[in-house]
């Protein structure tokens, strides 16, 4: 049948089985003729030869468009589907909201339903409300994906979250490290869905997501009068913890999921089973610091976190958030201090100590190159006093 002529659909008589035309074997474009002012809505159909099954998918009335277009429409979205199930894409088509929503569930399966909430609130927050969330996963470009991330950027970032009806909101603009942070969820949903064939390429978005080059507050170095100082003014429940921050050049949050069980003490050694450069990484402690953890672990299950709060649960950015910053402010450091000041300050002890890149690298559980970016000038400087040894010349 002909559905290209508009004179052709109107004759149709109303019914509910759609009058379909052969595109090519095994694939068809319907028109479900209605007694509605629109005229019809229209559907594309694929035959399965693995299921021996027809395949179907409901494209819309395209009501917005005159009705001389709508079979070109109908016809070029049908194909679109047709390439995308040819590829070995997913016979559903998604649109990013559902695939945000799909990842969310995901990391709620596997992490717990608290970083469940955390990813659905910052879809709900950047995501769900802007147009972008309405495109279909095949039908997404890179100026959709690049108009949003421009308009996140213009977005003040909140400061303060209080839920208090009368708790003043502050803001501020938000800086290239805010924007990276927003983009990891979508850029790792998107992933998801393409590795589960909903969609066939990253060409949307490799460009367009990519982090941009950010720098800020982890430039703050502590020296280690001043950490003393931090901990001297941090509440006793807290203190082990950011101790343990001192001793241990890894992320606050790696360090806050250890459990008793990671901790050996006949070998010395912390395995650092979950975190973000990935787990099963171990390090050889010494003894001090071994001593330090021993008596964390003392009466504790070996499911049981290492370092915990006083109502026995992990500590979380949520929790040593306010009671660091009141620490470093009574101990007048810089209003910037955070628990990854601590790491940053560590690594560059680390760094200037001598260590080298790689091992800093593989304690601190980052690359190499990353290392070399945020600290190798301090390498070059060091390496610079060093061959001003070699002068003859007298000083």
């Not at 209605?34 to 159909?45: F, K």
């Not at 016809?75 to 016979?91: C, I, N, P, S, Y």
């Not at 955070?338 to 559980?365: E, F, K, P």
């Amino acid at each position: 049948m002909d559905l290209s002529r508009v004179a052709t659909r109107e004759k149709l008589a109303a019914r509910r089985e759609p009058y379909w035309a052969a595109l090519a074997t095994g694939e068809h474009l319907g028109f479900r003729r209605t007694a509605s002012a629109q005229g019809g809505t229209w559907l594309a159909r694929a035959y399965d030869p693995a299921t021996r099954k027809q395949r179907y998918k409901a494209l819309g009335d395209y009501g917005t468009l005159p009705a001389s277009v709508r079979y070109g429409a109908a016809l070029k979205d049908a194909q679109e589907w047709f390439r995308h199930l040819g590829g070995g894409g997913q016979h559903e088509v998604l649109t990013v909201l559902e695939a945000c929503e799909r990842y969310a569930a995901a990391v709620g399966k596997k992490k717990g339903a608290k970083y469940e909430a955390e990813a659905l609130a910052r879809f709900r927050r950047y995501v769900f409300p802007d147009p972008i969330a309405r495109i279909p996963l095949p039908k997404l470009r890179r100026h959709d994906l690049q108009g949003w991330r421009d308009r996140l950027s213009g977005r003040p970032a909140l400061v303060s979250r209080s839920t208090k009806r009368d708790a003043e909101v502050r803001t501020r603009e938000r800086s290239a490290a805010t924007l990276n942070r927003d983009l990891v969820p979508v850029r790792a949903a998107l992933r998801m869905a393409l590795a589960d064939g909903y969609v066939l390429s990253d060409v949307a978005w490799r460009a367009a997501l990519k982090p941009e080059k950010a720098s800020g507050r982890r430039n703050v170095y502590l020296d280690k009068d001043q950490r003393r100082a931090l901990i001297e003014k941090l509440e006793p429940e807290i203190r082990p913890f950011v101790e343990a921050l001192c001793y241990l050049p890894i992320r606050p949050g790696a360090l806050a999921k250890l459990a008793v069980k990671d901790f050996d003490p006949r070998q010395r050694t912390v395995r650092i089973e979950s975190d973000k450069a990935g787990g099963g990484r171990s390090i050889l402690l010494p003894h001090a610091t071994s001593d330090f953890l021993k008596r964390q672990a003392r009466g504790k299950l070996p499911g049981a976190p290492l370092l915990a709060r006083p109502d026995g649960r992990p500590w979380d950015k949520d929790s040593w958030k306010r009671p660091l910053k009141q620490a470093a402010a009574e101990a007048g450091l810089p209003e910037a201090t955070t628990a990854y000041t601590i790491r940053h300050s560590t690594i560059t002890d680390l760094v200037t100590g001598g260590l080298d890149l790689l091992t800093v690298a593989q304690v601190s559980g980052t690359s190499v190159a990353m290392i070399e970016r945020h600290y190798g000038q301090l390498r070059r400087e060091r390496a610079a006093e060093a061959l001003a040894q070699l002068s003859l010349n007298p000083a």
